[in-house]
């Protein structure tokens, strides 16, 4: 039995649609969250374990399984996502997800969120608050890599914190390039340029936003102007999209150290390959982000200096996002209550 949300009604499992889900996930406040669960996931706080995967060989695809603990959030949530890269250009998303919240003091199931818009919400706040860390303060070019949902919420998530006078989009597909930057002009109320070629697209950019499921480079130290920040979000267990000169020449973030040199499906191959291939060791990861939000690891030292910040998307993030709007639906009366 469903009953509607109200001020009285607190009973049941909390079930919020993909668009009660999205309209609950400010931008703004996402980010700050994920600030102060990033400062935990580097104190040692949070329980964010490896996350597992059963790999779907046909479709080259990924049901994976993401469960974590805030303590000073009193966040307790697991996320369920697939990746299936093949549904890139169909009406299916490439990641899909739902999210359970449960209480952390009884163990009860609290709320059925939809993950998707998590996901894509989440890890775009990061970018936005890495960029916010480490790109120069003057940075005025921006280059999105990629033409899915990662590329959109970039593009808004990262124009939040610096005001860019140009952005770029690039993609494989020269008409999905060209229909995201027509979008994003409209919803973004600025002037998108499609852009031929991943090495053009860098080229001269301030910050570049890689949200590829490449197997190969779409970042290559060659095209990066100095100073350059580069956030990284794609993820595919045969490649990378960051090349290992990028890596060895710049300040390198993570959320995790844990997380990146963990094995597949896990870590981050654009780290790990020039760790086995001897370019770098692990010590060259300079900080988590974590450590910068807290000011206990420096981030940028210089104008020209190159930085990069790998994301894999941790379960802490996960948490932070369902926990905040839960809060806000429950604030709102937002959602359906379920009986299971």
Request: charged share 20%; hydrophobic share 45%.
């Amino acid at each position: 039995m469903a009953t509607q949300h109200g001020a009285s009604n607190t009973t049941g499992v909390l079930v919020l649609s993909p668009s009660e889900t999205a309209s609950l996930l400010d931008p703004d406040r996402l980010r700050q969250a994920l600030a102060g669960a990033m400062v935990d996931v580097s104190a040692g706080r949070a329980s964010i374990p490896s996350r597992i995967a059963a790999e779907v060989d046909e479709r080259d695809a990924l049901l994976v399984a993401m469960p974590g603990y805030l303590p000073s959030e009193d966040g307790l949530a697991a996320k369920l996502v697939t990746l299936f890269p093949h549904n890139a250009g169909t009406a299916w998303p490439t990641h899909q997800a739902v999210i359970v919240v449960f209480d952390a003091t009884t163990g009860a199931p609290a709320a059925l969120i939809d993950g998707t818009s998590v996901t894509a919400a989440r890890t775009a706040a990061g970018s936005a608050l890495a960029t916010d860390l480490l790109a120069r303060r003057d940075a005025r070019v921006l280059a999105i890599l990629g033409t899915g949902a990662q590329a959109r919420s970039h593009a808004h998530a990262v124009t939040r914190v610096r005001s860019f006078e140009e952005i770029r989009v690039c993609g494989r597909d020269r008409d999905r390039t060209q229909q995201i930057a027509e979008e994003l002009t409209s919803t973004l109320g600025r002037a998108v340029v499609a852009v031929e070629g991943f090495d053009r697209a860098c080229g001269g950019a301030d910050v570049i936003c890689a949200t590829t499921h490449s197997p190969d480079p779409v970042v290559r130290r060659a095209s990066l102007a100095p100073g350059a920040h580069v956030t990284s979000v794609g993820y595919n267990t045969a490649g990378r999209e960051v090349d290992s000169d990028t890596v060895r020449d710049a300040l390198v973030v993570v959320e995790s150290r844990a997380a990146v040199l963990a094995a597949p499906p896990s870590g981050a191959n654009d780290i790990r390959i020039p760790i086995q291939d001897g370019l770098i060791t692990e010590e060259h990861i300079s900080a988590e982000i974590g450590e910068l939000v807290a000011g206990t690891k420096p981030g940028r030292t210089s104008d020209d200096q190159i930085t990069l910040y790998k994301s894999v998307g941790i379960a802490a993030q996960d948490v932070a996002a369902a926990t905040m709007v839960l809060t806000e639906a429950r604030i709102r009366g937002i959602g359906t209550h379920v009986d299971l």
